[in-house]
Protein backbone atom coordinates (compact mmCIF):
# COMPACT_ATOMS: atom_id res chain seq x y z
CA UNK A 1 0.00 0.00 0.00
CA UNK A 2 0.95 3.46 -1.12
CA UNK A 3 -0.64 6.24 0.21
CA UNK A 4 -0.12 10.24 -1.46
CA UNK A 5 -1.07 12.83 -0.58
CA UNK A 6 -0.54 16.49 -3.13
CA UNK A 7 -0.50 20.16 -2.16
CA UNK A 8 0.49 23.41 -3.63
CA UNK A 9 -2.18 24.05 -5.62
CA UNK A 10 -4.11 27.10 -6.28
CA UNK A 11 -5.22 30.28 -8.22
CA UNK A 12 -2.61 32.15 -10.21
CA UNK A 13 -2.70 34.51 -13.09
CA UNK A 14 -1.63 33.51 -16.80
CA UNK A 15 2.28 33.62 -16.96
CA UNK A 16 2.78 32.58 -13.35
CA UNK A 17 4.17 29.47 -11.58
CA UNK A 18 3.26 26.98 -9.27
CA UNK A 19 4.88 24.36 -7.26
CA UNK A 20 3.32 20.97 -6.66
CA UNK A 21 4.34 18.53 -4.28
CA UNK A 22 3.51 15.17 -3.43
CA UNK A 23 4.25 13.10 -0.16
CA UNK A 24 4.71 9.47 -0.60
CA UNK A 25 4.18 6.83 2.62
CA UNK A 26 3.50 3.55 3.01
CA UNK A 27 5.23 1.51 0.99
CA UNK A 28 7.09 4.03 -1.06
CA UNK A 29 10.51 1.94 -1.64
CA UNK A 30 8.91 -0.10 -4.35
CA UNK A 31 7.47 2.81 -6.51
CA UNK A 32 8.71 1.84 -9.88
CA UNK A 33 7.35 5.13 -11.39
CA UNK A 34 5.89 8.41 -10.05
CA UNK A 35 4.23 10.60 -11.76
CA UNK A 36 1.77 13.52 -12.29
CA UNK A 37 -1.71 13.48 -14.19
CA UNK A 38 -4.07 16.29 -14.48
CA UNK A 39 -7.58 16.30 -15.50
CA UNK A 40 -10.15 19.12 -16.35
CA UNK A 41 -13.94 19.34 -16.89
CA UNK A 42 -15.17 17.11 -19.03
CA UNK A 43 -11.85 15.89 -20.57
CA UNK A 44 -10.07 12.61 -19.69
CA UNK A 45 -7.16 12.46 -17.20
CA UNK A 46 -4.02 12.80 -19.11
CA UNK A 47 -0.35 12.63 -18.18
CA UNK A 48 1.80 15.17 -17.10
CA UNK A 49 5.25 14.34 -16.25
CA UNK A 50 6.73 11.02 -14.90
CA UNK A 51 9.70 9.28 -13.23
CA UNK A 52 10.63 5.91 -14.21
CA UNK A 53 12.90 4.94 -11.62
CA UNK A 54 16.64 4.42 -12.44
CA UNK A 55 15.69 5.51 -15.57
CA UNK A 56 14.04 8.29 -17.58
CA UNK A 57 11.55 11.57 -16.99
CA UNK A 58 8.97 11.98 -19.53
CA UNK A 59 6.36 14.78 -19.85
CA UNK A 60 3.43 15.13 -21.96
CA UNK A 61 3.71 17.18 -24.98
CA UNK A 62 1.93 20.05 -24.15
CA UNK A 63 4.50 20.69 -21.20
CA UNK A 64 6.61 22.35 -24.13
CA UNK A 65 9.50 22.51 -21.73
CA UNK A 66 7.33 25.02 -19.24
CA UNK A 67 7.20 22.38 -16.36
CA UNK A 68 9.66 20.26 -14.58
CA UNK A 69 9.34 16.88 -12.61
CA UNK A 70 11.84 16.50 -9.65
CA UNK A 71 12.08 13.45 -6.96
CA UNK A 72 13.08 13.41 -3.52
CA UNK A 73 13.69 9.62 -2.72
CA UNK A 74 14.93 10.62 0.94
CA UNK A 75 11.86 12.14 1.84
CA UNK A 76 9.63 10.62 -0.25
CA UNK A 77 8.27 13.37 -1.93
CA UNK A 78 8.22 14.48 -5.75
CA UNK A 79 7.28 18.12 -6.99
CA UNK A 80 5.87 19.47 -10.40
CA UNK A 81 7.52 23.03 -10.80
CA UNK A 82 5.09 24.25 -13.29
CA UNK A 83 6.33 28.03 -14.99
CA UNK A 84 4.18 29.86 -17.61
CA UNK A 85 0.81 28.92 -16.81
CA UNK A 86 -1.81 29.39 -18.77
CA UNK A 87 -5.53 28.95 -18.52
CA UNK A 88 -5.47 25.70 -20.50
CA UNK A 89 -3.70 24.36 -17.52
CA UNK A 90 -6.03 24.84 -15.40
CA UNK A 91 -7.08 21.27 -13.77
CA UNK A 92 -7.15 18.78 -10.69
CA UNK A 93 -3.58 17.47 -10.49
CA UNK A 94 -3.51 13.70 -9.35
CA UNK A 95 -0.17 12.41 -7.57
CA UNK A 96 0.18 8.58 -8.74
CA UNK A 97 2.63 5.87 -8.25
CA UNK A 98 3.01 2.52 -9.38
CA UNK A 99 3.94 -0.16 -7.53
CA UNK A 100 3.46 -3.33 -9.98
CA UNK A 101 0.87 -4.60 -10.49
CA UNK A 102 -0.85 -1.66 -8.52
CA UNK A 103 -1.33 1.82 -9.08
CA UNK A 104 -1.87 4.82 -6.41
CA UNK A 105 -3.41 8.17 -6.54
CA UNK A 106 -3.44 10.94 -4.55
CA UNK A 107 -6.87 12.75 -3.69
CA UNK A 108 -5.76 15.82 -6.53
CA UNK A 109 -5.18 19.53 -5.79
CA UNK A 110 -6.73 22.16 -8.16
CA UNK A 111 -4.61 24.45 -10.30
CA UNK A 112 -6.92 27.34 -11.76
CA UNK A 113 -5.42 30.32 -14.01
CA UNK A 114 -7.03 32.74 -14.30
CA UNK A 115 -6.90 36.96 -14.60
Known amino acids: QVQLVESGGGLVQPGGSLRLSCAASGNSSSITVSGWYRQAPGKYRELVANIITGSSTNYGAFVKGRFTMSRDDVKNMWYLQMNNLQPEDTAAYYC?????????WGQGTQVTVSS
Open 96 to 104: NAIVRPRSY
